[in-house]
Antibody, heavy 119, light 110 residues
């Protein structure tokens, strides 16, 4: 059973960089069978896809966030990471990592981690 | 890329059937058979219910079914149960952004 777990600071100051890591267990990122995504959800609102990464490091980003996002992968640790630069209060959300199923859906999700942007 | 449009809320009595709509454009819902649906209970991660318009992952109840016509996808929940009270989100492949989600629908079991 694949499991994903997000980790990182729960509080980030405005204009700084949000950094999160997703650790995958029960499956290997380097198998090359899947992409791995970040998705966020502001409180009481809908879901927004941030971007995805392949084990090779190849990425796709949401155009609305592309200028501020960087994703990376560490296959030795079976982890992938998100960096979001120049954050504002509007970046406050629960951040989820998820596995991209081959059918353009997300079949496994982490439990989510709340990141608050505040001074 | 705008979010897909869903009704804010839908309600029904136990045992009834309800349908949630998800409207997009020909660059997402209407252009591809890659519509998925998710169920989200409060403070929980979303759970995949439907993929590729009408496919059901292993372990998902047969009471959940999906369909699509033109730019609108539908999720039907039959035999409504108290445990179905949750938020539901659609999601589609989109030629502009790869993925786009719906605005979400809150389902209330009366």
């Amino acid at each position: 059973q694949v499991q994903l777990q997000e980790s990182g600071p729960g509080l980030v100051k405005p204009s700084q960089t949000l950094s999160l890591t997703c650790t995958v267990s029960g499956g290997s990122i380097s198998s090359g069978d899947y992409y791995w995504s970040w998705i966020r959800q502001p409180a009481g609102k809908g879901l927004e896809w941030i971007g995805r990464i392949y084990y090779s490091g190849s990425t796709n980003y949401n155009p609305s966030l592309k200028n501020r996002v960087t994703m990376s992968v560490d296959t030795s640790k079976n982890q992938f990471s998100l960096k979001l630069r120049s954050v504002t209060a509007s970046d406050t959300a629960v951040y989820y990592c998820a596995r991209d199923a081959v059918e353009w859906s997300f079949d496994y999700w982490g439990q989510g981690t709340l990141v608050t942007v505040s001074s | 890329q705008s979010a897909l449009t869903q009704p804010a809320s839908v309600s029904g009595s136990p045992g009834q059937s309800i349908t949630i709509s998800c409207t997009g454009t020909n660059t997402d819902v209407g252009g591809y058979d890659y519509v998925s649906w998710y169920q989200q209970h409060p403070d929980k991660a979303p759970k995949l219910l439907i993929f590729e318009v009408s496919g059901r992952p292993s372990g998902v109840s047969y009471r959940f079914s999906g369909s699509k016509s033109g730019n609108t996808a539908l999720l039907t929940i039959s035999g409504l149960q108290a445990e179905d009270e949750a938020d539901y989100f659609c999601q589609s492949y989109a030629s502009t952004t790869l993925y786009v989600f719906g605005t979400g629908t809150q389902v209330t079991v009366l």
